[in-house]
């Protein structure tokens, strides 16, 4: 991976609301590195809307607009309006929501706003429920885990929605994912993003919740890790919902990632052995993608 030099200055300081171990508030503290001063993040409501501090406290050293929980792309997109009005084509206008504020309720809002192509940075840190409201499933949340509404015997049936191929289909300049635990990579996207102005960009950021998943608060950067190299959770690059570029290859032995969390604690060998057929065969029609088999 690149090496690259990161800077010292912080537009997400601490003193923070989030959780020990809170994975938004790190992708948050990385993402603001790369983007720097003249950023306005507009936050759709979610962990992240507490994280940052009630007013007129702030560990968002940048402006913040908090919207609705459906609004992150018509509210981004009314900012990115504002700015040109008054000329301002320099400040990056970052929409900030989680999986239920981009997969499921904020989707219809994101859908216009990247058909229209407008010309702003969305970003789903994905934490893969509704944390802030106390564990709810969400469209993000993957086959197998147990949430307060897929308790017991009803753990999840059914699959994460793919919302890189959402992105993909709406043939967005530029979407790429990103984990709290590849930092350099995740800066890079970010610079990159910031860098592909005049049209949409999305960047889908694994954000562990040592809360909401049953796991040690000083596990979280090493379980972001391990579904990175497990393939649960590839880090790649489309461009105009075409090109792919695989940026990291794993192993798919998703058994080391799933033992790390409670939410898993509850399946059998089989519940396992067909995670791990899912897996692979995303991963595979990923390598598929990114040309690299032609089979
Ligand atoms: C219309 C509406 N419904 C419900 C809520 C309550 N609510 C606030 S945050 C949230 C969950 C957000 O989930 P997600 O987007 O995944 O972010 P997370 O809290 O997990 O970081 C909910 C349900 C709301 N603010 N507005
Ligand atoms: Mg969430």
Not at 119 to 134: H, K, L, P, Q, R
Not at 233 to 248: A, K, Q, S, V
Request: aromatic share 8%; glycine share 8%.
């Amino acid at each position: 991976m690149a090496q690259l030099k990161v800077t010292d200055q912080d537009y997400f300081i601490p003193g923070h609301l989030g959780c020990p171990g809170c994975g938004a508030a790190i992708a948050m503290k990385f993402a603001l590195k790369a983007l720097g001063k003249k950023t306005i993040v507009v936050m759709a409501a979610s962990c992240a809307s507490i994280i940052a501090g009630p007013y007129p406290q702030s560990s968002v050293k940048v402006p913040v607009l908090h919207t609705a929980f459906a609004t992150g792309g018509a509210a981004a997109s009314g900012v990115r309006a504002a700015l040109e009005m008054k000329g301002d084509t320099e400040t990056t206008v970052v929409s900030w929501a989680g999986d239920g504020g981009t997969f499921d309720i904020g989707f219809q809002s994101l859908s216009g706003a990247v058909e229209r192509n407008e010309d702003c940075i969305f970003v789903c840190y994905d934490n893969e429920a509704y944390m802030n409201t106390g564990v709810q499933r969400s469209s993000s949340t993957p086959f197998g885990v147990r949430t307060t509404t897929t308790p017991g015997r009803d753990w999840k049936k059914t699959r994460k929605k793919n919302i890189m191929e959402a992105m993909a289909a709406h043939r967005i300049p530029y979407a790429a994912t990103a984990s709290i635990a590849f930092p350099e990579d995740m800066i890079a996207k970010f610079e990159k993003a910031k860098e592909k102005k005049g049209g949409s960009r999305f960047i889908h950021i694994f954000a562990s919740c040592a809360t909401g998943w049953g796991a040690p608060s000083d596990m979280s950067v090493k379980i972001a890790r391990l579904a990175v190299q497990t393939n649960v959770f590839p880090l790649y690059e489309i461009e105009d919902g075409t090109r792919y570029t695989l940026n990291y290859k794993g192993e798919s032995r998703v058994e080391d990632y799933l033992q790390t969390q409670g939410r898993f604690r509850h399946l059998s060998k089989e519940d396992i052995s067909r995670i791990q057929e899912m897996v692979t065969e995303e991963w595979t029609n990923l390598l598929r993608k990114a040309g690299e088999v032609t089979s």
